[in-house]
């Protein structure tokens, strides 16, 4: 089924622990135009606060640097969301997608792409070490009658 952009936004901030509730509440409004349910939501919150999240702690361990978080909203009811940092990269993609694998300390339990996976429909990892990770999280949100049954 084809898919037409209906919306678009990107925002950039710096690497810091209080922009991650920045990047959760931007997200969530942004979705908000294609009313999902609360579930859906918070699905989408949760998966963007573990990708800014990994940006944080591990993209930018010693130093801050700026993360862009850009997002598309599709006629067909997807969104599609792009968390991006210009940190160190990862230099194994899938053994950094194995649950409980963590480059961080004992605090950080390892399951950041794991709950990604679990949450969104599709995520795509990019990186390159010296240049960066992208995340691409995709979701389609059920469109709803208007008398509140899903389609």
Request: one cysteine or more.
């Amino acid at each position: 089924m084809a898919r037409n952009e209906i919306n678009r936004m990107s925002v950039k901030f710096d690497s810091r622990s209080n922009n991650e509730a920045f990047a959760r509440q931007t997200i969530a409004a942004f979705a908000s135009q294609l009313d999902p349910t609360l579930e859906e939501l918070n699905d989408i919150k949760t998966a963007v606060s573990e990708a800014v999240t990994n940006c944080i702690v591990h993209a930018y361990r010693q130093e801050s640097g700026s993360i862009t978080m850009a997002a598309v909203l599709y006629d067909n009811g997807d969104i599609r969301i792009q968390i991006k940092d210009k940190g160190c990269g990862i230099a194994d993609v899938k053994k950094a997608r194995e649950p409980l694998f963590t480059t961080g300390d004992q605090e950080r339990s390892g399951m950041g792409f794991t709950i990604m996976e679990n949450f969104m429909d599709r995520i795509r990892v990019c990186s390159r070490e010296g240049i960066g990770t992208q995340v691409t999280l995709t979701k389609h949100i059920r469109r709803r009658n208007t008398d509140g049954d899903s389609e």
